[in-house]
């Protein structure tokens, strides 16, 4: 296959899983807490500090707040579509970097293949169709492995091999910590060591990137320390959720259990050939002997990937989606094994694959056809079109993989199945996991208490902020002009609604100095109760 179709299946598989109905699903998980601060930067104009209703928000770094506001700015929409597109282009960025990055040491069809297996790795469509850390941390880990990689098997300058990654490794450090570095240095000191270049960890260049790597991170830490100290609000929270995870006395034994189960899983479909490639590498007919610097890199990978599932296994607070940073690396560590097994047992796997690419064709055809149905909802004209775009890029790629890719492994016909399949299926799986749009339909009973161009102003105070992070969602969906405030903040004048948990009654009368109620009722958001009260004018 050519480099230039090549590229352009890789992009068109990238466009049917993580674009589709991007933007239609309500908010889930952590995603509000990805964008009210986004929102807040853009507003204040305080790019350090992040903050939620005007309080502190220092539970991670600023780079997803950053990324946010810039793509708002750029699409000029405030939508979902355009918050979650960060998380899209980031796998776009790792698919393209696995691409091109890898095509010299491992050749054109297996870097496609690498590429193709990141973007179809279940949990990472998952996380790369919502504004979520991991979509982005992934992909500046696996491109700073991917960039290693590339510059150390050409045997390029080591003020290269050691510079370039690092900075993505210090752009990681701005999303999520420091704690990307956890499967870094195995899967370094794996490599080096199978190459006997242990030394080159000493090398002057090496010291400079990880200087490098601490001027991105660190002035930031600085500034914010500076502007709210460093306990709570600060570095301080980050050391208390790490103290969190390793803490015993807070683990749930049911999670922690079965994690060794759950964690493979996270890697699905491609689990299963790495599985088959281990059994044979374990069995000692697979070679990896570290003559070639590819060699050195695999056996790095797989100590990375060990290093990694051993380490979320034995965390008392340990969760798969923990390992998704080393996934670029288990993809190249799967792709080269496998087609090192013995043909006569690869035949047999593709011919099993084939089977199942079989059922996965039906399962594409049907599911998103039975969905719509259970959905009792009637689909409106972009979900039909959907439903047959979808169908027809999943015939079309069957008969493709019949005819013109016949020769090509089934990992390709696979991976174009799934890319297909995704253009009507990935909608309709957002609908059920989300919760029916139930927060946007609350927050237009709220509207609906207030005239036009009135102002609804939310008391999300500590415990709405962290007890209650769904409900921070009717924040982002009552129309403007809308506004909350903290413990810190004050009442605005202009405010004609005041929304509040009854639990935080004594506190949003405090708020209310001189105002007045007219009204107060209740709503209730997922068997939470919010009191309304309506305003009188200010005086």
Same mark, same amino acid.
């Given at each position: 296959?050519?480099?230039?179709?090549?590229?352009?299946?890789?992009c068109?598989?990238w466009?049917a899983?993580?674009?589709p109905a991007?933007?239609?699903? &309500?908010?889930?998980?952590?995603?509000?807490?990805?964008?009210l601060?986004?929102q807040g930067m853009?507003?204040?104009g305080?790019?350090i500090?992040?903050?939620?209703?005007?309080?502190?928000?220092?539970n991670?770094p600023?780079?997803i707040n950053?990324a946010?506001?810039?793509?708002f700015v750029?699409?000029?929409?405030?939508?979902?579509?355009?918050a979650?597109?960060v998380?899209?282009?980031?796998?776009?960025?790792?698919?393209?970097?696995?691409?091109?990055?890898?095509?010299?040491?491992?050749?054109n069809?297996?870097?496609?293949?690498?590429?193709?297996?990141?973007?179809?790795?279940?949990t990472?469509i998952?996380?790369?169709r919502?504004i979520e *850390?991991?979509?982005?941390f992934?992909?500046?880990?696996g491109?700073a492995?991917?960039l290693w990689?590339r510059?150390?098997?050409d045997?390029?300058?080591?003020?290269?091999?050691?510079?370039?990654?690092?900075?993505?490794?210090?752009l990681g450090?701005?999303?999520?910590?420091?704690?990307?570095?956890?499967?870094?240095f195995?899967?370094?000191l794996?490599?080096?060591?199978?190459?006997?270049?242990?030394?080159?960890l000493?090398h002057?260049?090496?010291f400079?990137?990880?200087l490098?790597m601490?001027?991105?991170?660190?002035?930031w830490?600085?500034l914010?320390?500076?502007a709210?100290?460093a306990? &709570?609000?600060s570095?301080?929270n980050?050391? &208390?959720e790490l103290? *969190?995870?390793?803490?015993?006395?807070?683990?749930e034994w049911?999670?922690w259990?079965t994690?060794?189960l759950?964690?493979?899983?996270?890697?699905l479909?491609w689990t299963?050939p790495?599985?088959?490639?281990?059994?044979?590498?374990?069995?000692?007919?697979?070679r990896?002997?570290? *003559?070639?610097?590819?060699d050195?890199?695999?056996?790095g990978?797989?100590?990375?990937l060990?290093?990694?599932?051993l380490?979320?296994?034995?965390?008392?607070?340990?969760?798969?989606?923990?390992?998704?940073?080393v996934?670029?690396?288990a993809?190249l560590?799967?792709?080269?094994?496998?087609?090192?097994?013995?043909?006569t047992?690869?035949?047999?796997y593709?011919k099993?694959?084939?089977g199942?690419?079989?059922?996965?064709?039906?399962?594409?055809v049907?599911?998103?056809?039975?969905?719509?149905?259970l959905?009792?909802?009637?689909?409106?004209?972009s979900?039909?079109?959907?439903?047959v775009?979808?169908?027809?890029?999943?015939?079309?790629?069957a008969?493709?993989?019949r005819?013109?890719?016949?020769?090509?492994?089934?990992?390709?016909?696979?991976?174009f199945?799934i890319?297909?399949?995704?253009?009507?299926?990935?909608?309709g799986i957002?609908?059920?996991q989300?919760?029916?749009?139930?927060?946007?339909?609350?927050?237009?009973?709220?509207?609906?208490?207030?005239?036009?161009r009135?102002?609804?102003v939310?008391?999300?105070?500590?415990?709405?902020?962290?007890?209650f992070?769904?409900?921070?969602?009717?924040?982002?969906?009552t129309?403007?002009?809308?506004?909350?405030?903290?413990e810190?903040?004050?009442?605005?004048?202009?405010?004609t609604?005041?929304v509040?948990?009854p639990?935080?009654?004594?506190?949003?009368?405090?708020k209310?100095?001189d105002r007045?109620?007219?009204?107060e009722?209740t709503?209730?958001?997922?068997?939470?109760s919010?009191l309304?009260w309506q305003?009188k004018p200010?005086?």
């Open positions: 296959m050519s480099p230039r179709i090549a590229l352009l299946l890789l068109l598989s466009a899983l993580y674009l991007l933007g239609d699903p &309500e908010l889930r998980g952590e995603e509000i807490r990805r964008i601060p986004a853009l507003e204040s305080d790019w500090v992040p903050r939620i209703a005007g309080e502190v928000y220092a991670k600023p780079l950053w946010v506001a810039g793509m750029l699409t000029g929409s405030h939508s979902e579509f355009s979650r597109l998380s899209s282009l980031s796998m776009l960025g790792l698919g393209l970097a696995s691409y091109f990055l890898l095509r010299k040491p491992i050749g069809e297996h870097a496609l293949l690498v590429s193709l297996a990141l973007l179809t790795t279940l990472l998952s996380k790369g919502l *850390i991991e979509a982005l992934t992909a500046l880990f491109i492995c991917f990689i510059l150390w098997t045997e390029r300058s080591p003020w290269l091999v050691w510079t370039l990654p690092y900075l993505f490794l210090g450090c701005l999303v999520k910590g420091p704690v990307h570095l956890l499967f870094w195995p899967f370094l794996g490599t080096l060591r199978s190459a006997r270049q242990m030394r080159t000493l002057p260049a090496h400079l990137g990880l490098l601490a001027g991105i991170f660190l002035p830490v600085i914010n320390i500076r709210v100290g306990g &709570e609000a570095v301080g980050w050391a &208390e103290a *969190i995870r390793g803490d015993v006395t807070q683990m049911d999670r259990l994690n060794p759950k964690i493979p899983g996270g890697f479909p299963v790495l599985v088959f490639a281990l059994l044979f590498l374990w069995k000692k007919r697979i990896v002997d570290a *003559i070639g610097r590819l050195a890199v695999i056996r990978g797989l100590i990375a060990a290093a990694g599932y380490l979320i296994c034995l965390l008392p607070g340990g969760v798969p989606r923990y390992l998704m940073p996934y670029p690396l993809a560590v799967t792709i080269e094994l496998f087609f090192r097994t013995p043909e047992a690869r035949a047999r593709e099993m694959a084939n199942l690419n079989r059922v996965l064709l039906a399962i594409m049907a599911a998103p056809l039975l969905m719509a149905f959905s009792g909802v009637r689909p409106d004209g979900r039909i079109l959907l439903l775009a979808g169908t027809a890029a999943v015939v079309m790629t008969i493709l993989n005819t013109v890719w016949k020769r090509q492994p089934t990992f390709l016909h696979t991976a199945l890319a297909a399949g995704g253009i009507a299926l990935l909608p957002q609908d059920f989300g919760e029916g749009d139930l927060f946007r339909k609350a927050a237009a009973e709220i509207d609906a208490k207030t005239p036009p009135s102002r609804v939310y008391f999300a105070d500590e415990v709405f902020r962290n007890r992070t769904k409900h921070l969602r009717l924040l982002y969906y129309r403007e002009p809308s506004s909350a405030i903290g810190n903040g004050a009442l605005p004048e202009d405010a609604l005041f509040g948990l639990e935080s009654e004594a506190a949003m009368r405090a209310l100095g007045q109620t007219m009204s009722s709503i209730d958001v997922r068997r939470v919010l309304v305003l200010a005086s």
